[in-house]
């Protein structure tokens, strides 16, 4: 097998998140097919060109799993129509260049995208808003499939823990299809 390394970034920072769990199956049910990375980044600073360079210590150990990575898969919530501060805030860091000799590590990346929510709506605003962020920085977006889970409230088992039912199915075809379009970029 070849080792395809994705790196999950999820957009809510609460320890027990929807889109945590959610980047968690995946994570499971790629567990053959590559390896996958939830980066921590609650320690990313807020953005500030006086502390830019050099960049905090959290923000050049994310930088550097960006570059070893060959995709970036993004779980998002919708939060009022959009994608949450804390993953804009990351994702300035990351668009910003590594050094005077060194640019952006997003650049070329292939990105999926994926979100969960208690809501009818699903996540698919907060995507599009995402997809256009993703696109001016020069990510290689996968449009199709993408995953908007609405109604995450039943999904979820006794314990209040993700359990994918009618979702399982749509999560392994983005899984399986990302990994295809890696491979064609490779």
Do not use: C
Request: charged share 25%; aromatic share 8%.
């Amino acid at each position: 097998m070849e080792n395809i390394r994705i790196l999950a970034i999820v957009g809510s920072l609460r320890k027990d998140s929807f889109n945590l769990q959610l980047a968690k199956e995946a994570e499971k049910y790629l567990q053959d097919k590559a390896s996958v990375e939830v980066i921590d980044y609650s320690e990313v600073p807020l953005l500030n060109q006086d502390i830019e360079f050099p960049a905090p210590a959290r923000v050049k150990e994310i930088r550097e799993k960006i570059k070893k990575a060959d995709g970036i898969w993004f779980f998002t919530p919708e939060y009022n129509h959009f994608f949450p501060g804390v993953l804009k805030n990351l994702i300035d860091w990351l668009s910003r260049p590594v050094s005077e000799t060194e640019g952006a590590v997003l650049s070329g990346k292939p990105a999926a995208i994926s979100g969960i929510t208690p809501s009818m709506s699903g996540t698919a605003i907060a995507q599009d808003h995402l997809v256009t962020l993703l696109s001016f920085l020069n990510m290689d977006i996968m449009n199709v499939p993408r995953l908007t889970i609405p109604n995450v409230m039943q999904q979820l088992n006794k314990d209040g823990k993700l359990e994918l039912t009618a979702s399982a199915p749509y999560l392994e075809k983005e899984a399986d299809a990302f990994i295809a379009f890696i491979k064609n970029k490779k």
